[in-house]
């Protein structure tokens, strides 16, 4: 819609250039620039107004004109059917988008809270994407939600990350996690303290710029805060020294046949898992996830658990494979998965 708007603008340019330019040449040298360029235009727009170039003593010149009022019409219904249609559709696309976005929020549950559409958010949101979580992401500008926006489906709010009536729009109520990545440290401090206000259940993790700032974040509400320059060192080091290591992670991160991710699968108290060995639970023959640890309800972390560690109410597995399988193997152990919004 748009092209053809843009192409019917520049077919009305030309009608007009050339009308103009016929008039300076069949008018004679008394036609001036001005008076030509505004006979062309009352010609084409069909005001009625009085002829400022005279044509009624020049034969060709009003045989030119009689051209110029039918292709002028045809060229004006053009551009006036466009334009319209390029308001109303695009008004009315909008409001459509804009409904089904709610809705579609309406039904979420379980779901994350993007707070900053951002380059780092827009890694998180990539990440969800591939692991099947449902999202909302919030940003005020509306260049930085259209970027985002091409990663894929998925509802996008703009507005204020810190104000209640736009995270009550996101349902925070219902949200399994917010994580707030806006530029300014001060301003994710915010989101913290208004999400941990409204919602005292929701996890929250928080970017912080600076390092100082990581303690406040906590104190404000954040289960997690992430120091972006501290990641970086870290990767900068794991590099250095353990280059291989680093290259299989990225390889696993970039598979493009499968989502290979370490992920956790919690076994709830009313699990069927509850009372099994983790041979019995066919995790690996089934699913085809590697348990690397299971964290007891406890708090206690036993790594590389062996095939005959028993499950408890309240551990967390956590296994090495396809997140697809991931989330087969969750639906097995009857975790609570939130279900993806339509």
Same mark, same amino acid.
């Given at each position: 819609?748009?092209?053809?708007?843009?192409?019917?603008?520049?077919?009305?340019?030309?009608?007009?250039?050339?009308?103009?330019?016929?008039?300076?040449?069949?008018?004679?040298?008394?036609?001036?620039?001005?008076?030509?360029?505004?006979?062309?235009?009352?010609?084409?727009?069909?005001?009625?107004?009085?002829?400022?170039?005279?044509?009624?003593?020049?034969?060709?010149?009003?045989?030119?004109?009689?051209?110029?009022?039918?292709?002028?019409?045809?060229?004006?219904?053009?551009?006036?059917?466009?334009?319209?249609?390029?308001?109303?559709?695009?008004?009315?696309?909008?409001?459509?988008?804009?409904?089904?976005?709610?809705?579609?929020?309406?039904?979420?549950?379980?779901?994350?809270?993007?707070?900053?559409?951002?380059?780092?958010?827009?890694?998180?949101?990539?990440?969800?994407?591939?692991?099947?979580?449902?999202?909302?992401?919030?940003?005020?500008?509306?260049?930085?939600?259209?970027?985002?926006?091409?990663?894929?489906?998925?509802?996008?709010?703009?507005?204020?990350?810190?104000?209640?009536?736009?995270?009550?729009?996101?349902?925070?109520?219902?949200?399994?996690?917010?994580?707030?990545?806006?530029?300014?440290?001060?301003?994710?401090?915010?989101?913290?303290?208004?999400?941990?206000?409204?919602?005292?259940?929701?996890?929250?993790?928080?970017?912080?710029?600076?390092?100082?700032?990581?303690?406040?974040?906590?104190?404000?509400?954040?289960?997690?805060?992430?120091?972006?320059?501290?990641?970086?060192?870290?990767?900068?080091?794991?590099?250095?020294?353990?280059?291989?290591?680093?290259? #299989?992670?990225?390889?696993?991160?970039?598979?493009?046949?499968?989502?290979?991710?370490?992920?956790?699968?919690?076994?709830?108290?009313?699990?069927?898992?509850?009372?099994?060995?983790?041979?019995?639970?066919?995790?690996?023959?089934? #699913?085809?996830?590697?348990?690397?640890?299971?964290?007891?309800?406890?708090?206690?972390?036993?790594?590389?658990?062996?095939?005959?560690?028993?499950?408890?109410?309240?551990?967390?597995?956590?296994?090495?494979?396809?997140?697809?399988?991931?989330?087969?193997?969750?639906?097995?152990?009857?975790?609570?998965?939130?279900?993806?919004?339509?």
């Amino acid at each position: 819609m748009r092209r053809q708007l843009i192409v019917s603008l520049l077919v009305l340019f030309v009608v007009l250039m050339t009308a103009t330019l016929g008039y300076l040449w069949l008018g004679g040298p008394e036609v001036t620039f001005l008076n030509a360029i505004y006979m062309a235009v009352i010609t084409v727009a069909t005001v009625g107004y009085g002829e400022v170039v005279d044509t009624s003593a020049h034969p060709a010149l009003r045989v030119f004109n009689i051209f110029v009022i039918l292709v002028g019409i045809g060229v004006m219904l053009y551009v006036f059917s466009t334009s319209t249609a390029f308001v109303v559709e695009g008004e009315l696309k909008d409001l459509f988008r804009r409904r089904k976005m709610l809705k579609q929020i309406r039904e979420m549950k379980g779901h994350f809270i993007i707070c900053g559409a951002g380059e780092t958010g827009h890694y998180v949101a990539q990440e969800l994407l591939k692991t099947g979580h449902d999202f909302v992401v919030i940003d005020h500008d509306q260049e930085r939600l259209e970027k985002i926006r091409h990663l894929g489906e998925f509802p996008i709010l703009q507005g204020d990350a810190a104000d209640e009536e736009t995270l009550t729009t996101a349902g925070l109520s219902l949200a399994r996690g917010v994580v707030t990545v806006l530029p300014e440290d001060r301003d994710n401090l915010l989101v913290t303290v208004t999400s941990r206000q409204m919602s005292p259940t929701v996890r929250i993790v928080a970017r912080c710029a600076e390092a100082r700032m990581a303690d406040k974040l906590i104190r404000a509400g954040a289960n997690s805060a992430v120091s972006p320059n501290m990641i970086g060192g870290m990767r900068l080091a794991s590099e250095l020294i353990r280059p291989h290591v680093v290259g #299989f992670l990225d390889l696993m991160l970039r598979d493009q046949a499968k989502t290979m991710r370490v992920e956790e699968i919690v076994v709830e108290e009313d699990s069927p898992w509850v009372g099994k060995t983790l041979h019995s639970t066919e995790l690996h023959r089934k #699913f085809e996830l590697l348990a690397l640890a299971v964290r007891r309800s406890s708090g206690e972390l036993q790594y590389n658990p062996g095939g005959q560690t028993v499950l408890a109410g309240g551990d967390v597995l956590v296994v090495l494979g396809d997140v697809s399988n991931t989330w087969k193997a969750r639906a097995a152990a009857g975790e609570k998965v939130p279900q993806r919004a339509g």
